[in-house]
């Protein structure tokens, strides 16, 4: 892989990381609190939706981690090495514990009583986002694990044929 193209890459994940920390300091506290001082309502909901919003930014940032030690590997040439299942394994799970916070908002969003200051059509957006998010992180999910049997077999035919190189 050129080098430029990994120097863009990483750049663009520490633009995502960075993004993600002021997402979780700033943006996400904000505007529950902006939620809350809307429609009073809301205040009970706070602090578990922002918890959840924060952990869920966390596993993306994983993720990112995990896929700037990838491309890591790559620049060196030693993708096809066992060491690289632990990150795309790293990857799946964040991946995995991202959609089942969204299921748990889901649920939560299918089943509690939330009132509502229109006529329920924020809460059933939501509903429909998080379930969307569920979709997404599934999907994503069941790529990876592909992915990482492509590297298994990768691996494999990379170390039948560099013994005899």
């Known amino acids: ?6 120097a863009v890459l990483r750049a663009g994940i520490a633009v995502a990381i960075l993004g993600g920390l002021f997402g979780q300091f700033v943006v996400i506290p904000t505007a529950a609190a902006d939620e809350a001082d809307r429609f009073p309502a809301y205040a009970p909901f706070t602090a578990p939706y922002v918890a959840v919003a924060i952990v869920g930014v966390v596993c993306v940032q994983v993720a990112l981690v995990a ?3 990838l491309l890591t590997m790559v620049q060196r040439g030693s993708i096809f090495t066992p060491g690289a299942f632990r990150w795309v394994d790293t990857i799946i799970g964040s991946s995995l514990a991202a959609t089942l916070l ?15 200051p229109d006529d329920g059509m924020d809460v059933l957006g939501a509903l429909a986002a998080a379930l969307v998010a569920v979709g997404v992180g599934a999907s994503f999910a069941m790529l990876m694990v592909i992915a990482r049997g492509l590297l298994r077999k990768a691996t494999a035919l990379q170390t039948r044929v560099s013994p005899a190189a």
Do not use: E
């Not at 892989?1 to 990994?6: G, T």
């Not at 969204?102 to 009132?115: E, M, Q, R, T, Y």
């Open 67 to 69: 896929l700037w030690r």
């Open 1 to 6: 892989m050129q080098p430029l193209l990994i």
């Open 102 to 116: 969204a299921l748990g908002v889901s649920g939560h969003l299918a089943l509690a009583d939330i009132p509502s």
